[in-house]
């Protein structure tokens, strides 16, 4: 987790956050929801269907993207992990595992 003390005369509280950047306070005071993790896929892969489950620092995902056409397994997690990185590199999401990547044909079929 990336925690850098701001200088005294920033030593402001922001939310109830004193010392530290925002990104160390979302982490530690105020989870990241669900809602907001499936939010990101739809938004960074084009995610047509997103089920997210979490207890706001671990998370568990179910989604489809057309982006995952043509791709295996662990071509389709790396592009997933590839596009939360700046948010799981800054601590804000800590653990995000995925249970199914699929493409929009393939949810449609497993429904």
Known sequence: MRMTQLPAEE??????????HIEHCWT???????EFV??????RLDATHTDV?????HFYAKLASPRFAGLGLLAR?????DALKD???????HA???EKTLT????AAAQ
């Open 77 to 81: 997690h790396r592009l997933v992990k």
């Open 87 to 93: 948010v799981i590199d800054s601590g804000e999401l």
């Open 38 to 43: 499936a939010q990101l896929l739809t938004d």
């Open 53 to 57: 489950r979490g207890d706001g620092h």
């Open 11 to 20: 030593d402001a509280s922001v939310g109830g956050c004193s010392l530290f």
């Open 104 to 107: 929009p044909e393939e949810w």
């Open 28 to 34: 530690l005071e105020h989870p990241m929801a669900p």
């Open 96 to 98: 995000l595992s995925l």
